[in-house]
């Protein structure tokens, strides 16, 4: 408040001052020179922003060659993946509920594999409502909607496991949403593939 009463306290006096000033300039309207320069000047600037940056943005839109294509569905509330690289690997990711967990209400009992080091395109969709498929440590955000398809490419350059959820408001358990990426060197991926192909036959 004390902020907002100097700044009109200032507008005020500048006001007064301005309409009850004896001095005036019958050009001081006439300068349409200037107006246009000014009005150029900075639309021209703003085209050499936007325009690398435009390029930028359809260069990470563009997905070269991916080594594996994950499909990702969302449903009330856990998370379908799909493998179709590898023999159409299919699980469900639901959350690990157990109280003695180190990541309680973040864990699930299927984690998305990935291998690191390797390009990675995510193919996301709804089966009932929206949802937002987030990894913050990733800086990955991809909104699942029924009906349409939205991909992304990512490429992990260390192995760990990430944690992310839900951020979309979809319902009651929303907060039951989690999301877990476990990124692996590439020959226990294709061991893990194996495997989990083996169990499944």
């Known amino acids: ?25 019958k050009f001081l309207l006439e300068k349409q020179n200037l107006e246009i320069i000014w009005t150029i000047i900075p639309s021209f600037i703003l085209i050499l922003i936007a325009l690398p940056s435009l390029k930028l943005l359809y260069i990470m839109d563009e997905i070269n060659n991916p080594f594996i294509t994950i499909k990702i569905i969302g449903h009330q509330w856990y998370w379908s993946y799909e493998y179709t690289d590898f023999l159409n690997i299919e699980f469900d990711s639901y959350i690990n509920n157990e109280i ?3 990541f309680r209400l973040l864990d699930v009992d299927n984690r998305l594999i990935t291998p690191f080091k390797i390009q ?3 193919i996301i969709t709804s089966s009932d409502v929206i949802h937002a498929w987030t990894i913050p440590s990733l800086g990955i955000k991809l909104d699942a909607i029924p009906g349409r398809l939205n991909q992304a490419s990512f490429s992990l350059n260390q192995t760990g496991i990430f944690f992310g959820q839900c951020s979309e408001i979809c319902g009651t358990n929303h907060r039951f949403i989690p999301i877990c990426i476990e990124s692996i060197n590439t020959n226990f991926f294709l061991k893990w593939i194996k495997n989990f192909n083996s169990l499944n036959n």
């Open 1 to 25: 408040m004390f902020i907002l009463i100097i700044i009109t306290i200032l507008v005020s006096y500048l006001l007064i001052t301005l309409i009850f000033n004896k001095f005036n300039n």
């Open 120 to 122: 990675i395109r995510l």
């Open 100 to 102: 003695n967990l180190n």
